[in-house]
């Protein structure tokens, strides 16, 4: 299974808003409504943003935001604050019941 | 509260074996499918293994068939993850994970644990 396809890296100013795509295939992506984001800080665990494409759970800022449109899954980030930065990353469920992940997005406010 | 507390990493020369535990505490252990998630040093996140509820459904990574295998007792509240023929390649901090939802498998992961170490060297 290979890995979803991220940016690298995304940059953006205080007050901004930022789009972190995730593309897929249809046997991941494209065809599970199953796709969570995760926060990670240096050192520290990932912390779940966003399941079943668009849902926040409880705790997480309504400025995080998730759509998705065939193969690829984008994650909104708006009114851009110092503490959004870190690494994200994407996950979806597969056809083969597993899980694949992207390989991740640094997020830079400059 | 849910937390996740793993243990057992350290230092293992390639081809040795170790296991990891994962203590649980704040929410009905069995009800939910627990998986482990693996970040090597520098890199992203890679999935290895899900165990259902009941520990009757088990399912990984190609990358670590046929060497890892999971499994839990729901007794004590404890996921294990034993790790055979280790390789370079499988150095990298492990988190064990709780599935978000109790009747699905591997939709997202709601509580991660703080992750072990597990160093492949000699």
């Known amino acids: 299974q290979s890995a979803l396809t991220q940016p690298a890296s995304v940059s953006g100013s205080p007050g901004q808003s930022i789009t972190i795509s995730c593309t897929g295939t249809?046997?991941?992506?494209?065809?599970?409504?199953?796709v969570s984001w995760y926060q990670q800080h240096p050192g520290k665990a990932p912390k779940l943003m966003i399941y079943?494409?668009?849902d926040r759970p409880s705790g997480v800022s309504n400025r995080f935001s998730g759509s998705k449109s065939g193969n690829t899954a984008s994650l909104t980030i708006s009114g851009l604050q110092a503490e959004d930065e870190a690494d994200y990353y994407c996950?979806?469920?597969?056809?083969?019941?597993?899980?694949?992940f992207g390989g991740g997005t640094k997020l830079t406010v400059l | 509260e849910a937390q996740l507390l793993e243990s057992g990493g350290g230092l293992v020369q390639p081809g040795g074996s170790l296991r990891l535990s994962c203590a649980v505490s704040?929410?009905?252990?069995?009800?939910?499918?627990m998986s482990w998630v693996r970040q090597a040093p520098g890199k992203g996140l890679e999935w290895v293994s899900v165990?259902?509820?009941?520990?009757?459904?088990?399912y990984y990574a190609d990358s670590v068939k046929g060497r890892f295998s999971i499994s839990r007792d729901n007794a004590k509240n404890t996921l294990d993850l034993q790790m055979n023929s280790l390789r370079a390649e499988d150095t990298a901090v492990y988190y064990c994970?709780?599935?978000?939802?109790?009747?699905?498998?591997?939709?997202?992961?709601?509580?991660w644990g703080q992750g072990t170490m597990v160093t492949v060297s000699s």
């Open positions: 704040g929410f009905t252990f069995s009800s939910y499918a």
């Open positions: 994970a709780k599935d978000h939802w109790g009747f699905r498998l591997l939709s997202d992961f709601d509580i």
């Open positions: 165990i259902s509820g009941s520990g009757g459904n088990t």
């Open positions: 249809s046997s991941d992506v494209g065809g599970y409504n199953y």
């Open positions: 079943d494409v668009t």
């Open positions: 996950g979806s469920y597969t056809s083969s019941a597993t899980l694949v």
